[in-house]
């Protein structure tokens, strides 16, 4: 009998990198993937790890140590970083390979605050031998005297004279009452999905209510974008802007422009205001990062500002769950416009700026059923909307107060309770609901330059082009505060007016560009969906 041939063929064995490849298709392990495989498999010698060497070691010469280094001087060291600086705080400039930069040579180190020891106390004082050691002031020294003078402040103390005991109650109980209802949006949770949002995001949009945009803002996520993230890209969205006058959407476009490239947005499916322009800029954004298959685009902003409505004006469909009440979206979640960009959508975030309770109940934040008493809220929706328009919304007609108002409007309306009574309760909650749904006509005036809110930065930011009179306003405001823009009140005709609007905007239609780049990428998805 002749030999047994082995079970295991270690000339053709898939582990031999010299190993001949047979001439069928298929796909077959490199050298190099065999190498990395026995490197997970292999143990390394320990004894080796502690050996020390014998014999005297030579480095390799190489001809690198001889060449020119680069260097540069002080002067235009200094020169590049306020250059450098100057690029940083310009929102209109990117810069792209930031890891190729050396960026600690390039930030000032006497810029940043450090804290210095040695101008507090010097070193011979703090250590060695000639050490000052001062002796620390003291009540008591001793055990005896910090008994007696504990039992001193004990027998002096009265409690109905304490002020910080009275202080900590009046805190508990306004603490109480804030937790139930008017705390929405500050949760642990709801934060967590906003950093998430906030890390996977290229370009973050906020999103802002055109009748407060001031309001609405967060300017601790601005800050903290600046911070932390100076990489990614932040746009400001003003939605609703088909609650407000025309020429207040061109202002406020013109005001937020100085810091942030901002966008006019009316979010509705069948008639959208400004889809072309933001389809636009996100392809902007797409070609700066054309190094990465896709961009994600975050939208953030307070509850109820239309975050998921304007995704779903992008889509053309209804992709998010949307409702007008805040708190409808509970955790963030991605949706796809296109190969390259993905949206992704937040539930609203509330950061705590000391707003008064209505403050944040006619902010939107909090859903009017879930109040106990929103009767005290009204009186601050009389005192900031016109009399005249809460006389065409209800019919009311004059009052004297807010009682008055809302006892009126219940006998109108019918809502009594037993013998009689107006039920107070359910006719606020309308109101609110009224308020929130933007059939009240309010809108907060955008400043001008002798009276201005948002501080005027070194570099402002290009506007981008949006035709404000294709605008249709769905409020209906009176002439004096359609026409409220002094230059524009003074108009003599209807074309001299929309001129007016346009040089406070600009009249370029930027929508029929994104109509078409709309089209091409539902025909990609159409193909997509097809393959």
Same mark, same amino acid.
């Given at each position: 009998?002749?030999?047994?041939?082995?079970?295991?063929?270690?000339?053709?064995?898939?582990?031999?990198?010299?190993?001949?490849?047979?001439?069928?298709?298929?796909?077959?392990?490199?050298?190099?993937?065999?190498?990395?495989?026995?490197?997970?498999?292999?143990?390394?010698?320990?004894?080796t790890?502690?050996?020390r060497?014998?014999?005297?070691?030579r480095?390799?010469?190489?001809?690198?140590?001889?060449?020119?280094?680069? /260097?540069?001087d002080?002067?235009?060291l @200094?020169?590049?970083?306020?250059?450098?600086?100057?690029?940083?705080e310009?929102?209109?400039?990117?810069?792209?390979?930031?890891?190729q930069l050396?960026?600690s040579?390039?930030?000032?180190?006497?810029?940043? +605050?450090?804290?210095?020891?040695?101008?507090?106390?010097?070193?011979?004082?703090?250590?060695?031998?000639? /050490?000052?050691?001062?002796?620390?002031k003291?009540?008591?020294?001793?055990?005896?005297?910090?008994?007696?003078?504990?039992?001193?402040?004990?027998?002096?103390? *009265?409690?109905e004279?304490? +002020?910080?005991?009275?202080?900590?109650?009046?805190?508990?109980?306004?603490?109480?009452?804030?937790?139930?209802?008017?705390?929405?949006?500050?949760?642990?949770?709801?934060?967590? @999905?906003?950093?998430?949002?906030?890390?996977?995001?290229?370009?973050?949009?906020?999103?802002l209510d055109?009748?407060?945009?001031?309001?609405?803002?967060?300017?601790?996520?601005?800050?903290?974008?600046?911070?932390?993230?100076?990489?990614?890209?932040?746009?400001?969205?003003?939605?609703?802007?088909?609650?407000?006058?025309?020429?207040?959407?061109?202002?406020?476009?013109?005001?937020?422009?100085? @810091?942030y490239p901002?966008?006019?947005?009316?979010?509705?499916?069948? #008639?959208?205001?400004?889809?072309?322009?933001?389809?636009?800029?996100?392809?902007?954004?797409?070609?700066?990062? =054309?190094?990465?298959k896709n961009? /994600?685009?975050?939208?953030?902003?307070?509850? #109820? *500002?239309?975050?998921?409505? *304007?995704?779903?004006?992008?889509?053309?469909?209804n %992709?998010?769950?949307?409702?007008?009440?805040?708190?409808?979206?509970? %955790?963030?979640?991605?949706? !796809?416009?296109?190969?390259?960009?993905?949206?992704?959508?937040?539930?609203?975030?509330?950061?705590?700026?000391?707003?008064?309770?209505?403050?944040?109940?006619?902010?939107?934040?909090?859903?009017?059923?879930?109040?106990?008493?929103?009767?005290e809220?009204? =009186?601050?929706?009389?005192?900031?909307?016109?009399?005249?328009?809460?006389?065409?919304?209800?019919?009311?007609?004059e009052?004297?107060?807010?009682e008055?108002?809302?006892?009126?409007?219940?006998?109108?309306?019918?809502?009594?309770l037993?013998?009689?009574?107006?039920?107070?309760?359910?006719?606020?909650? !309308?109101?609110?609901?009224?308020?929130?749904?933007?059939?009240?006509?309010?809108?907060?005036?955008?400043?001008?330059?002798?009276?201005?809110?948002?501080?005027?930065v070194?570099?402002?930011?290009?506007? *981008?082009?949006? +035709?404000?009179?294709?605008?249709?306003?769905?409020?209906?405001?009176?002439?004096?505060?359609?026409?409220?823009?002094?230059?524009?009140?003074?108009?003599?005709?209807?074309?001299?007016e929309?001129?007016?609007?346009?040089?406070?905007? @600009?009249?370029?239609?930027?929508?029929?560009?994104?109509?078409?780049?709309?089209?091409?990428?539902?025909?990609?998805?159409?193909e997509?969906?097809?393959?």
């Open positions: 009998m002749g030999k047994k041939r082995p079970a295991f063929n270690k000339v053709t064995s898939s582990s031999n990198p010299d190993r001949p490849l047979p001439n069928a298709p298929g796909h077959f392990r490199t050298k190099d993937t065999i190498k990395r495989l026995k490197m997970y498999t292999d143990k390394p010698n320990k004894k790890f502690y050996e060497p014998t014999t005297a070691k480095i390799e010469p190489n001809k690198k140590w001889f060449t020119n280094t680069r /260097s540069v002080q002067t235009k @200094e020169q590049f970083r306020e250059a450098m600086q100057n690029h940083l310009d929102p209109t400039k990117i810069i792209l390979n930031r890891q050396p960026m040579l390039l930030r000032d180190p006497t810029s940043t +605050p450090s804290m210095n020891l040695l101008t507090t106390e010097t070193f011979q004082d703090t250590f060695g031998p000639k /050490s000052k050691r001062k002796k620390p003291l009540a008591s020294y001793d055990c005896a005297g910090l008994l007696a003078s504990a039992q001193t402040k004990k027998e002096s103390y *009265v409690e004279k304490d +002020p910080e005991l009275a202080k900590a109650v009046t805190e508990d109980f306004k603490i109480a009452a804030k937790e139930q209802v008017l705390l929405k949006g500050q949760s642990t949770r709801i934060w967590a @999905e906003l950093y998430k949002v906030l890390d996977s995001s290229d370009v973050v949009i906020q999103v055109a009748r407060d945009p001031i309001g609405t803002r967060s300017h601790y996520v601005e800050q903290h974008l600046k911070k932390n993230a100076r990489h990614k890209h932040l746009v400001l969205l003003l939605n609703k802007c088909d609650l407000i006058p025309t020429w207040a959407t061109a202002r406020w476009v013109r005001v937020l422009s100085r @810091e901002t966008l006019a947005f009316h979010a509705s499916i069948t #008639n959208s205001f400004g889809k072309g322009a933001l389809i636009q800029l996100l392809r902007q954004f797409g070609q700066l990062h =054309s190094d990465k961009i /994600s685009v975050g939208f953030i902003g307070y509850p #109820n *500002v239309g975050k998921s409505s *304007v995704i779903n004006t992008l889509r053309k469909k %992709v998010c769950r949307v409702a007008p009440i805040p708190g409808e979206t509970k %955790v963030w979640q991605y949706i !796809t416009l296109t190969r390259k960009i993905y949206l992704i959508d937040s539930p609203g975030v509330v950061y705590d700026t000391g707003d008064s309770d209505t403050a944040v109940v006619l902010k939107g934040v909090v859903r009017a059923e879930r109040l106990e008493d929103p009767t809220h009204i =009186s601050e929706v009389l005192e900031r909307v016109k009399p005249i328009y809460m006389d065409r919304t209800y019919g009311v007609g009052w004297r107060d807010a008055d108002f809302l006892t009126k409007m219940a006998e109108k309306t019918g809502r009594l037993k013998g009689a009574e107006p039920d107070m309760k359910t006719v606020a909650r !309308t109101i609110l609901f009224d308020w929130q749904r933007g059939k009240i006509p309010f809108f907060v005036p955008p400043p001008f330059d002798d009276n201005t809110t948002v501080p005027r070194k570099h402002e930011v290009p506007l *981008v082009k949006q +035709p404000f009179k294709a605008i249709v306003v769905a409020a209906d405001f009176t002439d004096q505060d359609q026409h409220a823009h002094p230059e524009v009140f003074e108009a003599k005709d209807e074309e001299e929309a001129a007016m609007i346009d040089d406070l905007g @600009e009249d370029v239609d930027a929508d029929e560009d994104g109509e078409e780049a709309d089209k091409k990428d539902g025909d990609e998805e159409e997509e969906e097809e393959e």
